[in-house]
């Protein structure tokens, strides 16, 4: 009953310009548990964990490292972990267990989000027995081995790797796994089209996990989506500029390539090149809301009035919060 109150509370808080589906997400809350095992040291580790199946719970391999006879647990009820698919590069284990008495969440599709979309992020941060929420926005989506990696704005803590991240119908599309450090931080989500790789793995009895996850690897061996966090972050707008040239020579393809040239272009006053860099992001992915949103600003400040209202009017096609910030940073009424 105390679990039924409290996830009545967490929908209570969700801000109400949010679409979320609060029906839909109260069945996601209860798929949400703690994945818990002792180190060789003799310290607690704890992360989260989702129900994809019957007896299946989804979770990241780094919250099972170095642990000897992990667990699964809601409340004052443990589940012994039988066995264990691990994929340790893309960092997602698949744990079996008997007798999981709950619902299983219902799938989405990271392939076919886009930027601005409305999220919640669900999990036990910080070992918490009560899980917690965080809602956010789809700030960047990059293809990775059939999936998309999601970097959103919904914020989880330490203890909440291995968590759902949900859509706005309470579908499962990604599972919260790594962040970037500071007060600015990026956070990332591991596809759920992941789900069949790990699939096909046998199954073998619980264990300590190796080896390092692709987001953990040297800087020149990550993919290029992660080299750039850094720099951008920082705002050390040369090395983005370094990253991001090799970045397009590799995927010429890549709108979000194309992105991170123009800014660090832009930010290095190269408004030349940054429009160039900008307008070939759009060729690619048209849908592009960030770029689309640079291109406007540029003509804002060439005081290209109808490159602005052309570019509020595509902005508007896509989503309209993104069209009011664009009008609101560029100085317009309701129309520019």
């Not at 960092?91 to 409305?118: H, R, Y």
């Amino acid at each position: 009953m105390r679990k039924l109150i409290l996830l009545l509370a967490m929908l209570t808080y969700i801000p109400a310009s949010y679409a979320f589906d609060r029906a839909k997400l109260f069945d996601s809350f209860f798929s949400i548990v703690l994945v818990r095992g002792y180190n060789h040291d003799g310290s607690l580790a704890y992360g989260s964990g989702v129900i994809i199946a019957p007896n299946k719970v989804l979770t990241n391999c780094h919250v099972l490292r170095q642990t000897k006879e992990p667990w699964v647990s809601r409340g004052e009820d443990s589940y012994t972990i039988t066995a264990i698919q691990a994929d340790s590069w893309h960092d997602i284990c698949l744990l079996t267990m008997e007798n999981l008495p709950f619902k299983a969440v219902t799938l989405g599709n990271s392939n076919t989000l886009k930027k601005g979309q409305e999220t919640i992020s669900v999990g036990h941060s910080s070992g918490n027995p009560s899980p917690v929420t965080s809602v956010g926005i789809i700030k960047s989506i990059y293809p990775l081995d059939h999936g998309s990696v999601i970097r959103s704005t919904a914020r989880f803590a330490l203890g909440a790797s291995g968590s759902g991240l949900f859509d706005g119908e309470g579908r499962l599309i990604g599972i919260n796994t790594f962040k970037t450090i500071g007060r600015n931080a990026y956070f990332y989500a591991v596809p759920v089209e992941w789900i069949s790789y790990i699939e096909k793995l046998p199954a073998e009895p619980p264990h300590s996990l190796e080896g390092p996850a692709f987001w953990e690897a040297n800087d020149a061996d990550k993919p290029f989506f992660l080299q750039v966090a850094a720099p951008e972050l920082q705002e050390d707008w040369i090395k983005l500029q370094e990253v991001a040239n090799n970045w397009v020579k590799a995927e010429p393809d890549n709108s979000e390539a194309w992105y991170e040239l123009g800014l660090a272009n832009e930010k290095l006053d190269k408004l030349v090149e940054a429009e160039t860099a900008y307008r070939k992001s759009v060729a690619v992915n048209a849908l592009n809301t960030d770029s689309l949103f640079r291109l406007g600003m540029l003509a804002a400040k060439k005081g290209d009035t109808k490159e602005m209202h052309t570019i509020q009017l595509a902005l508007l096609e896509i989503d309209q919060d993104i069209a009011a910030e664009f009008s609101h940073e560029a100085g317009c009424a309701e129309q520019c």
